[in-house]
C-alpha cells in the first residue's frame, strides 16, 4: 500500500517535467510548476539532480520559495537556499507564519536572519524570539503564538461582533480560546458552537474545558500521540502557569509522524532522513562509511567464531558450505520478532509487566519453527550430502538459532530502550551479530562434538 | 525518535494497570481505563496477554465499546468481539459514525449485522450501504456521508439562521458545502468566514472553488498525500458526476498514514500489521513459517553458490572464514540504498527520468566505499593471515560486491514496482539473496582464480 503514495500523480508530473526541461522550453516548466503546492514543488525538487533542481527552482513563484523552503528536507533545503541571493531569501520567508520560520532560520546565513528580524515588527519578532527559545522537536517550536483569545463574561452575540471587526482567523482556526485576565488558559469554544447557539448565550456556557492543554515542554512525539490518540484538530499551548502561549494545529503533526516513519525506515539502514536523493558523492560516502566500518566490526566478530573451527571445516568442507544458512535463518526469524518490539515499544505495549509472557510465547513460537524448518533443512541436506549425522547437526542448529533469535529479538530492543538508545536504529545491526556468532557456534560447535568424535 | 512515542504515559498507565490486576483489585483498573480515550484503551488492550485483556476489555465502560472496536488492529477485534454476545456488540456499534461501522462491518457476526441494519433509520442504513459498497482502501469507504450543504443564492444571516435551527454540526466540520440543485459540489466556504464577514454578504462571494473535490474512487494513500500536501482538515467526496457524497476528515488520514508506516515497518519482516503482539501460539507459527520457508529457498541458492567451490575451500581454509564478510557487508550496503529508494519510489521522486543519475551516482558512491573499506579489509586480513594475496583477493571481493549492491539496490526496487509488487516488502528478501550470490561468488571465484594458480 504505502509504495504508492504520490507515486501516480508525482510519477506523471515528474516524467512531463523532465521532458520539457531536456527539451529547453522553459515556459511550459514554468506553467507546470505554479500549478502546484509547496508541498508538491518541494517533492518535486527533491526528485532532480542538482542541476536541473536549480533551473526548477530559478522558476518557482517568489511567492511560494518560503514554503517550498519549509516542505523539503535539510539536504536539499541547504541546496536551494545556496542559489538565493539575501534579498530573496529576505522576500521568499518574512511572510512565512511563526512557526515555520522558526523552523526554517537554524539554515539561514546570519546576514538574512539580521535582515528578518530588522524588517518584522516588533510583536512578531517577540513571538519569534520567543518560540526560538525552546528546544527542537518540543512542544514550544510546533506552536503558533496567533491565537484568538476571548473572556468567559460575554455571550456569543459580543464575541461575534468582535469576530467581524477582527476580520480573518489564523489558518485551521476551530476553536476560539478561553483566557483569564492574566491570559491563564480555561477553555474553548467551538466555531460550530457559535454558529449553532443563539446570539444571548452566555460565552461561560459554551466552554469547553475537557480537552486538557499541552505544556510547552512536551516532546513532539507526544503532542503526536495526543492529537491521534483524541482526533484533535488543534489544541492549546501553555507554560508552567497554566498561560496560553499559543496553538498547534494538525497539519503539523501529520508532518511529524511522516518524518517519524521515515525516520526509522532509514535509520535501519544507518541513514539520515533529511538525506538528499542526489546529495553529493563525497557526502554521501563519508556518511555511509562510518555505518559500514560498525557492519565490518561485527561482521569480524561473526568471522572470528568461524575461525575457531578451521580445524572442523578443513575435514568436513560441507560445513562452509551450509553455515550461511543457519546464521541467516536465524537473522531473518530474530528480524520478524524485532520488528514487533519495536512496533510495541513505539505504542508503549511493551514493558516489564509483559516481557516474560511475550518472550515464552516467541520462544514457543521459535521452538515450532526451529523443529519444522530443521526437518526440512535436515530432509534437504540429506539429499544433497548423504550424511544422517550432518542432517542432525545442522537441524539441531537451526532450532537452537532461531531460540537464541528470539530471545534477542525481545531482549535486544527492551534493552537498547533501557539504555536510552532506538531501538529501530541499532536493533538490527545488534540483532544479527547475535544470530551470526550464535548460528555458526551452534553448527560448528555441534558438528565438532558429533561428527569428529 | 519514533521509540518515544506513547512510551512514557502509555507504560506507565501499563504497569499501574497490571500492578492492580494482578492484585486483583478491579475497582482501581476500571476507574484507570475509564479515564482514557477509546483510542488508548485499544492501544491498552493490545498491550495485554489475552487472560488479562479479557477481564479489562469487560471493565471498559459500555459506552465505549464500539469505540474502542475501531482503534485496534484486526487480530485483537476478533478477540474482543469473541468476548462479546450479540446484544452487546449492537449496543456498542451502532451509535457508530458510519465510515466507522463500515470499517467494523466485515468482522461482525452475520446476526449481529441484520440486527444493526434493522435497528437502523432509513436514511442511515442507505448510507451505510452506499459506502459499502465501494472498495476498502478508496475514498468512499473513508468518507462520512453527514454533510452539512447550502445553496449558493442566499445570504450569511439566512445560513446563519439555519445552522442555528439545525443545531450541533457533525464532528470537525471547517466547512459548508455549496451544491447546486441536483447535489452537485460547487465550493465550499469556511466556518470562519460565517463568522468574520458581514451578514448582508451573498454566499457566492465566500464560495471557494479552488480545492479540488476527491473522486469517491480515489486510493486511499492518494487520499492522504492530497491531506498532508495541502494541509486540508477535510475534504468533500465526489462521484463521476460531481455529486457530493461526503466528506473525509483529516482524522482519518492520520490513521492512513500510521498504518501506512506499520504496514511498510512490519511488511519487510514479512509481517502482518494487523498482527496482534499477544496472537496465539500457533497462529503466529504459521504467518512466520511461510516467511521463513522462502527465505530458506534464498539461503539454499547462495548456499549451492559456495557448494561450488568446494574445492578451493579444501585447500584454503581461511575463504571460509572470511566469506560470510563478503557477502554480509554487501547486503548492509545495498540495504542503505534499497531504504533510500523505497522511500524516493513512496515519494514519486524516482522514476524513468532520473533512475540513470542515481544509479550513477550510487555507483560511484559504492565504488569509493568499496576501494576505501577493501584497503581496510585487506590491511586486517593481512595482519590476521599473512598472506598479501589473500589480502588482495578479498579487497577486490569486496569492492565488487558493493558495485552489485549498488546496481541491485536501485534497481531491484523499480523492477518490483514495474511488475506491481511493493518494493518495501519483498526488496530486502531479493536484494540480500543477490550479494550474497555474488559476494560468495566474487569472493570464491577469484581466489579459485589468482591462490589456486
Known amino acids: 500500500m504505502a509504495e504508492t503514495i504520490r507515486h501516480d500523480k ?85 511572510d512565512l507564519d511563526i512557526d515555520d520560520l522558526a523552523d526554517l532560520v537554524e539554515d539561514l546565513p546570519d546576514t538574512v536572519i539580521d535582515e528578518i528580524l530588522k524588517s518584522m515588527d516588533r510583536e512578531n519578532r517577540e513571538r519569534l524570539e520567543q518560540v526560538l527559545s525552546y528546544d527542537e522537536d518540543t512542544a514550544g517550536r510546533l506552536m503558533n ?35 483569564s485576565r492574566r491570559h491563564q488558559y480555561l477553555g474553548r469554544i467551538a466555531l460550530q458552537s457559535l454558529l449553532t447557539r443563539d446570539a444571548s448565550t452566555p460565552i461561560n456556557q459554551l466552554v469547553d474545558d475537557e480537552q486538557p492543554a499541552i505544556g510547552v515542554e512536551e516532546s513532539a512525539d507526544e503532542v503526536a500521540r495526543m492529537f491521534s490518540d483524541h482526533d484533535w484538530i488543534s489544541a492549546p499551548v501553555v507554560d508552567d502557569n497554566n498561560v496560553l502561549l499559543g496553538r498547534i494545529t494538525i497539519d503539523d503533526v501529520v508532518d511529524i509522524i511522516r518524518y517519524q516513519a521515515e525516520h526509522q525506515a532509514l535509520g535501519a539502514a544507518g541513514l539520515d532522513e533529511e538525506e538528499d536523493l542526489f546529495s553529493p558523492v563525497p557526502r554521501a560516502f563519508r556518511r555511509r562509511l562510518l555505518w559500514l566500518s560498525i557492519n565490518l566490526g561485527t561482521a569480524f566478530l561473526a568471522s572470528s567464531v568461524v575461525g575457531r573451527f578451521e580445524g572442523t571445516i578443513e575435514k568436513i568442507v560441507a ?40 518472550l ?33 547437526v545442522i537441524g539441531s542448529a537451526l532450532t537452537i538459532n532461531l531460540c537464541f533469535a528470539a530471545t534477542a529479538g525481545v531482549l535486544v530492543p527492551l534493552g537498547l530502550k533501557r539504555m536510552g538508545f532506538d531501538p529501530a536504529l541499532a536493533g538490527g545491526v545488534i540483532l544479527t551479530t547475535v544470530t551470526d556468532v550464535m548460528g555458526f557456534l551452534a553448527f560448528l560447535g555441534l558438528a565438532t562434538l558429533i561428527l569428529l568424535r
Chains 1, 2 share one sequence.
Open 10 to 94: 508525482t510519477a506523471r508530473q515528474l516524467r512531463l517535467l523532465s521532458d520539457a526541461l531536456d527539451s529547453g522550453r522553459l515556459g511550459p516548466v514554468r506553467r507546470l510548476v505554479n500549478t502546484l503546492s509547496p508541498a508538491e514543488i518541494g517533492n518535486l525538487l527533491e526528485s532532480l539532480p542538482p542541476a536541473k533542481r536549480s533551473v526548477v527552482w530559478g522558476l518557482v513563484d517568489p511567492e511560494d520559495d518560503g514554503e517550498v523552503l519549509v516542505h523539503v528536507g535539510e539536504d536539499v533545503r541547504e541546496s536551494l537556499i545556496a542559489d538565493m541571493d539575501p534579498d530573496e531569501l529576505v522576500a521568499a520567508v518574512e
Open 145 to 179: 503564538p496567533d491565537v484568538v483569545t476571548v473572556r468567559a463574561d460575554t455571550t456569543v452575540d459580543v464575541v461575534l461582533r468582535y469576530l467581524r471587526l477582527r476580520g480573518e482567523l489564523p489558518e485551521h482556526t476551530d476553536h476560539l480560546y478561553v483566557v
Open 319 to 358: 560445513l562452509a558450505v551450509l553455515m550461511p544458512i543457519v546464521a541467516g535463518m536465524g537473522g531473518n526469524a530474530g528480524t520478524q520478532v524485532l520488528a514487533l518490539m519495536v512496533r510495541g515499544l513505539a505504542l508503549g505495549q511493551v514493558g516489564a509487566s509483559n516481557v516474560r509472557t511475550l
Open 360 to 392: 515464552w510465547k516467541e520462544l514457543r513460537v521459535a521452538l515450532m519453527n526451529g523443529l519444522s524448518l530443521g526437518l526440512l533443512l535436515a530432509v534437504v541436506v540429506f539429499v544433497w550430502f548423504r550424511d544422517p549425522m550432518l542432517s542432525l
